[in-house]
């Protein structure tokens, strides 16, 4: 597995003059790497039997500039590849149980939307919202989880392009059914987050062979799709059990219609002013008074 030759290459260059207790942890995270991943150095400590400034200086001796820098390149390449009881094994050991659950994922979720925002590239941004003013066709994708994203970003993009559609990748045969006339004149938008999906991979894959702009929103650099992405956009996200946690991604996605709907907004007032008028007429919404009993 990916996650052991990472650490693992640098493990056995280092192996022969680590100390008892450094080799003990070795084997702890060798055999609990999936665990050991999102510990904090005191608890891998505790577990291992070792103190919490000897887990620090042994993350030091292979390379990282602390603890927190392997821990957070060990989760940065297994969370996509837990299985679904892995998933709540960890989130369990992190949690501790349904009492803390509120507290703990709003507080993570909260922390997640901070580090976006102190990361994400306002040039890019910036360019994304151009591209896809420029583009001829809008393609919005997204598998699995990111689904719901995809959806959401295309449900407001409706009124205020007609050139958009979102990609139903039920099936692989349909997906490159759907998107067999994309362009390089078009832009498709990609979302993904572990796990990461094969679909949409290689429907980026296709669209790149078209020479077609490439918008990517996904975790980090490191991606499986970020390698595509003429613009990328990184929005934090993390595991909560089976649930993957896409309150950045969605706040990031609220940015993006915000900010193209205003680059549009002569068009967007016109837009919407209309539909009103026949949401009005077809009794869309309910307008009657709250007070009402009838």
Known sequence: MKVKNFIFSKIDLNNKKLSKGHKKLVQYITENYDKAAFMT??????????????VV?????????GYPELQKELQQLIKSKLTAVQRMEVSSSLIGGEGEAVKKVLTGDIELIRDTLESVSEEEFAKAVSTINSAKKIYILGV???????????FYFKP?????????????SEMFEQMFRISKDDVCIAISFPRYSKQ????LRFSSDRGTKIIAITDSEESPIAE????????KSDMVSVVDSLVAPLSLI??????VTFSRRDEV????NELESIWDVYQVYDKSDGDSNE
Do not use: C, Q, W
């Not at 699995?144 to 295309?154: C, E, H, P």
């Not at 949409?200 to 429907?203: E, V």
């Not at 609220?254 to 900010?259: D, K, Q, T």
């Open 41 to 54: 150095a005191s608890k891998l400590g505790e577990k291992v039997g070792v103190s919490e400034s000897t």
């Open 57 to 65: 200086r042994f993350a030091t001796e292979m390379g990282f500039k």
């Open 144 to 154: 699995r989880s990111s689904a719901a994203l995809a959806k959401f970003l295309y």
């Open 254 to 259: 609220n940015a993006l219609i915000v900010a």
């Open 160 to 172: 205020v392009f007609d050139n958009v559609t979102v990609v139903d990748t039920s099936s692989g």
């Open 228 to 235: 595509f992405a003429d613009i990328l956009l990184v929005a």
């Open 269 to 272: 007032y016109n837009n919407f």
């Open 200 to 203: 949409t991979i290689n429907a």
